[in-house]
Structures are given as C-alpha cells and as structure tokens.
C-alpha cells in the first residue's frame, strides 16, 4: 500500500473542500485498486458530491438544519460554542472512504467530486490521509 | 483488482434496488477479499439494509422527512423541482461501500441486502461499478 | 486477507461501544493496508467519534430526534416498539467502514476511536467481522 498524508487549509467557517484534485494526483500512475481518502479528525467527514452548483451550500445547510450549532443540544462543552454539533458530525458524514481506481484514474461520475466536510470552525487546518491499495 | 459495471433500471420513482444477487455473483469463485460497490453519480447512495419488511419504504420517508423535496429549500436548480434534495442525499448515504467476502462469499449478516438509494426521479438508469480486491 | 469475527455485548439499551481496542489488537503484527470494520446486522452502524467527553450520548440523541422511536412513523413492525427505526439507521451509519493502517497501527487521529452504534435494545450480542488487507 501506498500511502501519504496532505494539508488542507479549512479556515475558520464551516467549509466544503474539494480534493479530487489531490486524490486523483495521487493516484496517478499506479495501476488499479482502491483508494482510501480518510480525514483523522474527529470533527469532519468525506463524502462525494457534486460541487458549483449550490449544492455545497445546500449540504452546509441540512447539516445545520439536522444537526444545529445551539450548544444547549449537545453534551460535549469544548470549544467555540456549537463545536458539541461538529463532534456529531461524523457519525452522520464518515471521516472514510473508499473509490475504485482503474489504471491509475479514480473511477469517480462526471459529476463527482471526493470533498471534505468540516463544520469546525476552531481548527484552520486539516490532515487527509490518502492510500492506494492494489 | 476485478472491476466490472453493471446498468440498473430505476424508473422516474424515488427507489431502493436490492443489488445483492448482482454482487454475490461478481464475487463467485473469487477467494478472499473485498468487494467495493460504487455509484458514479452524484444524486444516488449505496446501503446495506433489510428490505422486504417495510424498511425500504422507511428509509425513503425519512430521506423525504429529513432532506424534504421542497425546491425553495435547496440552492442546486437543475431538473426537476426538488433535484437539489437529490444531491445531497450522497452526503448522509455515501455511493461507496465494502463488504468482506472469504472464499468468494459475500460475509453479509442474515438480514442485510446491498441496495441502491436513488431519489433522483429525472434518470431512470443507473451505472453501479463492482470491484474486488484480495 | 486475514479475517475473523468478534462478539460484543451490547445489553438492552442503546449504546456507542468502542472496539478500537480490539480492532487494534487485531492489526497489530500486520503490514500496511486497510482494516474493514464490518457489522453483519441489520440494525447497526459502526462510526468513527471521539468517545468520553458526551459525544456518545449526543449520537444517540441526535437518533432519536431524526429516526425517532416512535412505532406509529414506520411500516416494519416486528420485535419491541420502536424496533422499525433500528432498521432505518443503517442508511444513515453504514454498518462499514475502513481505516488505513501503518506498520500494523491502526491511522486514527488523537481523539478518534471506532464504535459500534447500536440502538436495537431487543439483542443483547453483536458479532464484528474485523478484515485486514494488504
């Protein structure tokens, strides 16, 4: 397995940010298999949508509707008020997954894209940890 | 890594396929391993549930409890009214899952059927991309 | 691949249980690759979450308030009341996940740990198929 892990800067709003860029680089090359795009935070997930056309915004959004920042909800306290939701988070939107590679490009749909959801606003700055398997 | 795509017809109902048949089959005679089931697109997901008791019917009411169609919610305006609700199912019932097989049989619990979660009601076909890696 | 099963008790109530212990134990020795966490029911999930600071107990209501108990919101109808929104979970915290793993060690961030999420109060046990691939 190869394996290596990347920066990404995520600031201090709730974004969504898109890797595919990144995946597909490292990808590039190798032969087929599976590639795992795993974020090791415990406040941010990964997910595959399509990007630029509102639907960031709308994902943004239905988390904030399903799963609001009002710190009275949630039990775990640290933080900026509301990080309690982002602590959630990932039970919902999985910081793991998996994408078939064939012949060193991922096998994504033309309008696909691999992004990583984080909600936390306390932390600027995020590890994704990319692996093939083959 | 064996990879192969299979077509599905979806009609213009929101709808959950069972794909079981179609997995086990592709990893027939394979020996130990794990096998990816993806959806290149970006308004469908993939699960693993019980169907046939009702649960199928549920998990489409709590998709259109939880993410309504209503069109003045969502940003994303393409096709139908209500297509933005399509794209961001993916973000809560991700495209992509693995289950383990040994000697060639899918390690699924008694209950549990691989489907295909599709809302999207404008594309009546869907690609699913099998794969097995051991 | 190297594959075996574990079981849990998860008693009759609700519960995040935490196997990252075991799955640790059972990586540890190995290579690089991924590890599948695979939960063979048909009323579970497993999730990655920070556990030991209330975020176990936020997961569980943020079930209960999007998938509630209530036996009059769903179709399926068997075992105690309540018991049909167990089978909707698994749409929403897939009962798979991977994780890469390092020189037998397991790439979680500092306060990620893997749990089962089981809201099924009517089975007390849970078998756990832990599979690692290099």
Excluded: Y
Aim: overall charge negative.
């Amino acid at each position: 397995m190869k394996s290596e892990t990347i920066e990404v800067q995520t600031g201090h709003e709730a974004r969504i940010i898109d890797l595919t860029a990144q995946v597909s680089g490292f990808c590039a090359g190798e032969g087929d298999g599976l590639v795992s795009v795993f974020v090791p935070h415990a406040t941010a997930g990964v997910a595959i949508l399509e990007t630029g056309a509102g639907s960031d915004r709308d994902v943004l959004d239905a988390i904030d509707e399903l799963l609001p920042r009002d710190p009275k909800r949630w039990h775990h306290e640290h933080g900026t008020p509301g990080h309690g939701r982002d602590h959630v988070l990932p039970a919902f939107i999985s910081p793991s997954i998996t994408v078939p590679v064939i012949n060193g490009i991922l096998q994504l749909g033309t309008w696909q894209s691999i992004v990583l959801v984080d909600t936390n606003i306390d932390n600027p700055f995020r590890t994704i940890r990319l692996s093939f398997i083959s």
